[in-house]
């Protein structure tokens, strides 16, 4: 898929890859990974969503190929990398946000990358932070949009009722699976049906996870993305990773992304963010400002928080313009 036809405008033509690749990362887990572009131009990482949404073709396309060799990976259980998430028998318990930055660090040495710029939305935006927290001196610039940081009250206000209130008809769909009595803590109810053995019990939970999520990401409703998200297989393996990592706050300090951003004030950065964001609220990004003001802040005011939505997708194109 290179990516909806409203984007030709703006994005550049579709490529393929001059290579690709799988890096064993250990604990049993082969990561796919791409290279496509320029093979002597400016390194970057794309970091995908979910986490466990895996990269798609279009993808390259932010990134003029004459000047930048551009990465892509797809993180542990999801994509192309095995074994994915939605086989019953898949452990997760190696899979962390800390070894996926160790899964980030083995490939860039692999591919003999000195420094990369790291260019990741939404639970891309939050891995983008932790890499360049822990890597400072990997990290040439940062590119990061629709920021999510896993504080308790970002995972509340979409997973436990507060988007609710701008989307109560598709909410009816995301409780359905849950008994009432268990929809006070809906993470956790979800985690139950989504680790359950049981294709009958944990495909419905990863398809409705999925489509709640799928059916919030733009402005205007995307049936196409819709249905391609709720494919079941990539829908539980997405379903299952999110609330893997939700259950367990990212296994971050409260508020430990923002906190740490002494540790990268001094890396150039873009930050892009749609006015109208219901995943990934604008006051996560506007927190994120306020601790970096010497980053640069884009906001899109006609957008929510897919990188689909054509402001979006502009913003993000004249950010990775803007380092070469």
Known sequence: MNGPAHLDDILYPPLEPYETGELLVGDGNRVYWEQSGNPAGKPVVFLHGGPGAGTSPWQRRFFDPEKYRIVLFDQRGCGRS??????????LRHNTTWHLVGDMELLRRNLGISAWQVFGGSWGSALALAYAQAHPDAVSELVLRGIFTLRRHELEWFYEGGAAAVFPDLWEGFIAPIPVLERS????????RLFDADPAVHIP?????????????????????????????????FARIENHYFVH?????????????????????????????MCTPFMTAWDLHRSWPEARFVVVPDASHSATEPGIARALREAADSFV
């Not at 095995?82 to 452990?91: K, Q």
């Not at 799928?214 to 819709?226: E, G, I, M, Q, Y």
């Open 205 to 237: 939970a990863g398809v409705a996870w999925t489509t709640w999520e799928a059916s919030t990401l733009t402005l205007l409703p995307d049936p196409d993305l819709v249905s391609s998200m709720a494919e079941p297989a990539a829908a539980t393996a």
């Open 185 to 192: 803590r809906m993470i956790e109810a979800y985690h139950r």
């Open 249 to 277: 706050n990212g296994w971050f300090e409260e508020g430990q992304l923002i906190a740490g951003v002494d540790a990268i004030r001094d890396i150039p950065c873009v930050i892009v963010q749609g006015r109208y964001d």
């Open 82 to 91: 095995t074994p994915h998430a939605s086989d019953p028998a898949a452990d």
